[in-house]
């Protein structure tokens, strides 16, 4: 039986918040490979795309088309258990 983490790096928010915690330094059992608290949250590539492609308009055009309410339905590692906020 494999785990999900098998195969794959550590998420870089996860190891960014990892380093804040020891004092801006990265712990040493953060390595290359993913534990269960630094794999990366499950997502669908779909609701990845929309959010970055509102993003990248808002960042083009000015214009809102909705990014925050994009971003918002990803899930946020910053929030308890990677749930979303809303």
């Not at 983490?5 to 918040?17: N, R």
């Not at 390595?31 to 960042?59: F, H, Y």
């Amino acid at each position: 039986m494999t785990s999900k983490t098998d195969g794959q790096q550590p998420e870089a928010l996860a190891t960014f918040a990892a380093a804040a915690r020891a004092d801006g330094e990265k712990p040493r059992d953060v390595g290359l490979t993913a534990t269960a608290e630094t794999s990366p949250i499950p997502t669908s590539s779909e609701a990845k795309d929309e959010a970055a492609t509102k993003v990248l308009q808002r960042g083009a055009t000015g214009e809102d088309r909705g990014v925050d309410a994009a971003v918002d339905r990803l899930p946020d590692r910053t929030t308890e258990a990677g749930k979303t906020t809303r």
